[in-house]
């Protein structure tokens, strides 16, 4: 069975940090892409940072430079850390593993809330 837990959300003050987890299980973790997204209400879930099974990174342009995906193939687990956040990173972010461009899943979200 298929699991991608997320944790590590919270409160926060604008310029703060956080990093986010995604332990995963029931998947190939080291053959899967992982990725983080986001979404906020009445808008689309939108990509924030991806990484391959190889370890090639991919940013949306809103974060670069702010934000770091990583992860540890031992622990199964990727995660985002997020520096020098903005009120305009308060969303839900998601977990998602795929491999071979197909998707295996998704996780719960947890929420982020950057206070101004």
């Known amino acids: 069975q298929v699991q991608l837990v997320e944790s590590g959300g919270g409160l926060v003050q604008a310029g703060g940090s956080l990093r986010l987890s995604c332990a995963a299980s029931?998947?190939?973790?080291?053959?899967?892409?992982m990725g983080w997204y986001r979404q906020t209400p009445g808008k689309q879930r939108e990509l924030v940072a991806t990484?391959?099974?190889?370890?090639?990174?991919n940013y949306a342009d809103s974060v670069k430079g702010r934000f770091t995906i990583s992860r540890d193939n031992a622990k199964n687990t990727v995660y985002l850390q997020m520096n020098r956040l903005k009120s305009d990173d308060t969303a839900v972010y998601y977990c998602?593993?795929?491999?071979?461009?197909?998707?295996?899943?998704w996780g719960r979200g947890t929420q982020v809330t950057v206070s101004s």
């Open positions: 998602k593993a795929d491999r071979f461009s197909l998707l295996i899943g």
């Open positions: 029931g998947i190939n973790f080291s053959g899967s892409n």
């Open positions: 990484i391959s099974s190889g370890g090639i990174t």
